[in-house]
């Protein structure tokens, strides 16, 4: 059970989209629509954003949406605020659950 | 409204046992929709899944950590529990507790999957 790929760091100024992929394996991320995203502020616990590849929970903004192709799950947030500086990580349920290395995001 | 809180010793000594228990106010810890984790982050690193448990005691543990770890629930209290056997400095983390939601889609599959709601976390450092 080998953690999810995640890039270390992505960024984009106010405004722009970003996206983070998630790579598993034809074993994880492939064969199940049960990827979740999360995000981390400094020192804080982390927070469901999308679960289910695509669904997200009641209150979360829809600038955050969520994708799948094969083997690699996407996090994309549109219109970009200084507020989603924070890390992300991916994680995936294939009978037991695996997270990815997460992603630091900065608002230049 | 539903809150998890951890508790438990902030410092444990190399090969000793550390020992957490996650307190589940606003709601019970019985419910059928819900399954209860462990999940921790050592410091400037990601999260690991430890393993998780059902009100009624089935467990699932992440192989890597399996021979270590035991996750127990007791009901009465409204609590889960972590013991995590002989540790070393690399299992100085922040321990999360949080709960699974999952339900059964429209072919009697469970689906979701995900954690739903995270206690603050609490911060366990080994050393002598």
């Known amino acids: 059970q080998s953690a999810l790929t995640q890039p270390a760091s992505v960024s984009g100024s106010p405004g722009q989209s970003i996206t983070i992929s998630c790579t598993g394996t034809?074993?994880?991320?492939?064969?199940?629509?049960?990827v979740s995203w999360y995000q981390q502020h400094p020192g804080k616990a982390p927070k469901l954003m999308i679960y289910e590849v695509s669904k997200r929970p009641s209150g979360v903004s829809n600038r955050f949406s969520g994708s799948k192709s094969g083997n690699t799950a996407s996090l994309t947030i549109s219109g970009l605020q200084a507020e989603d500086e924070a890390d992300y990580y991916c994680c995936s349920y294939a009978g037991l659950w695996v997270f990815g290395g997460g992603t630091k995001l900065t608002v230049l | 409204q539903l809150q998890l809180q951890e508790s438990g010793p902030g410092l444990v000594k190399p090969s000793e046992t550390l020992s957490l228990t996650c307190t589940v106010s606003g709601g019970s810890i019985s419910s059928s929709s819900y399954y209860w984790g462990w999940i921790r982050q050592p410091p400037g690193k990601g999260l690991e899944w430890i393993g998780s448990?059902?009100?009624?005691?089935?467990?699932y543990y992440n192989p890597s950590l399996k021979s270590r770890v035991t996750i127990s629930v007791d009901t009465s209290k409204n609590q889960f529990s972590l013991k995590l056997s002989s540790v070393t400095a690399a299992d100085t983390a922040v321990y999360y507790c949080?709960?699974?939601?999952?339900?059964?889609?429209?072919?009697?599959?469970?689906?979701?999957?995900?954690?739903?709601?995270w206690g603050r976390g609490t911060l366990v450092t080994v050393s002598s």
């Open positions: 034809s074993s994880d991320v492939g064969s199940y629509n049960l």
């Open positions: 448990i059902y009100y009624s005691g089935s467990t």
């Open positions: 949080a709960r699974v939601h999952y339900y059964y889609d429209s072919s009697g599959y469970r689906s979701g999957w995900y954690f739903d709601l």
